[in-house]
């Protein structure tokens, strides 16, 4: 069973638009969520991450936007550049624990 | 700082053969931890050590797979056999402290079982 779902797949976005990432979780014991970027041929690494004491977090051009009650979260890119193509994982986690729960990815394209 | 390591990065091996995957992580981090990708679905993990003891076994997926950390350094994924639904990206990550903040992860063992 999926512990954490995320759409879309694949995503276009013209350079200079916004693009938004989607992730929903079941299990209301997780309480870090970050947001990892991948380029090809490269290991994961750590864009954002927020914790549900706050419905918002912004750095840079990426905000992430968490809905408690609804158990959702997403990535919001603004201004998005051919240089933010990447695959975006979504993920969650327990206080304390090791381990990550991560989504299907999503292959970002930028198109200039 | 040297990144986590992992080699190769590349491995193709028929069916039934035995792959052994190997990660340096970063020097000083006593967390290291196995994940792996299956072509388009989530990254799943597999284990995690801290220094030389496994802390969380519970991602791997059957008594095929054997992960060692000699001496609390560098860690080995075995295979083996290795079978069809074995192939995919496995990636390592290491962390100074325990949880999951401070992850580094390589960039990853890509194989393919034929």
């Known amino acids: 069973q999926q512990q954490v779902k995320q759409s879309p797949q694949s995503l276009i976005v013209q350079k200079g638009g916004i693009s938004i990432i989607n992730c929903a979780y079941e299990?209301?014991?997780?309480?870090?969520f970050p947001w990892y970027q991948q380029f090809p041929g490269k290991g994961p690494a750590l864009l954002i991450a927020i914790r549900p004491d706050v419905s918002e977090k912004k750095e840079g051009r990426f905000t992430i936007s968490f809905n408690k009650s609804a158990k959702q979260f997403s990535l919001h890119i603004m201004d998005s550049q051919p240089g933010d193509s990447a695959t975006y994982f979504c993920a969650a986690s327990i206080g304390g624990a090791n381990n990550l729960f991560f989504g299907t990815g999503t292959r970002l394209t930028v198109i200039p | 700082e040297a990144g986590v390591t992992q080699f190769p990065s590349h491995s193709v091996i028929e069916k039934g053969q035995t792959v052994t995957l190997r990660c340096d992580p970063i020097s000083g981090h006593d967390n290291l931890y196995w994940y792996r990708r299956v072509m388009g679905k989530e990254i799943k993990f597999l284990l995690h050590f801290v220094k030389e003891s496994k802390q969380d076994e519970s991602g791997m997926p059957n008594n095929r797979f054997l992960a060692e950390r000699t001496g609390g350094t560098y860690s080995t994924l075995k295979v083996q056999p290795a079978e069809l639904e074995d192939s995919g990206v496995y990636f390592c990550a290491s962390s100074q402290d325990l949880g999951s903040y401070g992850y580094t992860f390589g960039s990853g063992t890509r194989l393919t079982v034929v």
């Open positions: 299990n209301t014991a997780f309480d870090y």
